[in-house]
């Protein structure tokens, strides 16, 4: 992952845990933390609540920006397809 004007980037890897359609993904990322997200309709709007595993390298203020920024971007995939 690499930031838009290029001022810093990362290694971001992991394996799908477990997946169930439209309801709920589990990731084991490469340096053994886990995310948890849950997706939840409502009409035409769906809510997705993510957990995460803070590492120790980053303030877990930080890392909450990154995932939100993460989520803000997929937001912007899925509303354009």
Same mark, same amino acid.
Do not use: Y
């Given at each position: 992952?690499?930031? @838009?004007?290029?001022?810093?980037? /990362?290694d971001? $890897? &992991?394996?799908?845990?477990?997946?169930?359609? +439209?309801?709920?993904? =589990?990731?084991?990322?490469?340096?053994? @933390?886990?995310?948890?997200?849950? /997706?939840?309709? $409502? &009409?035409?709007?769906?809510?997705?609540?993510? +957990?995460?595993?803070? =590492?120790?390298?980053?303030?877990?203020?930080?890392?909450?920006?990154?995932?939100?920024?993460?989520l803000?971007?997929?937001?912007?995939?899925?509303?354009?397809?």
């Amino acid at each position: 992952m690499a930031a @838009r004007d290029e001022s810093f980037s /990362f290694d971001f $890897s &992991g394996t799908f845990v477990q997946i169930t359609d +439209k309801k709920h993904i =589990e990731i084991l990322l490469d340096d053994n @933390r886990n995310v948890w997200l849950d /997706f939840s309709e $409502s &009409g035409n709007k769906t809510t997705v609540v993510e +957990k995460f595993e803070a =590492e120790n390298e980053n303030t877990p203020e930080l890392q909450q920006t990154g995932w939100q920024m993460i989520l803000n971007n997929f937001k912007k995939h899925a509303e354009s397809i």
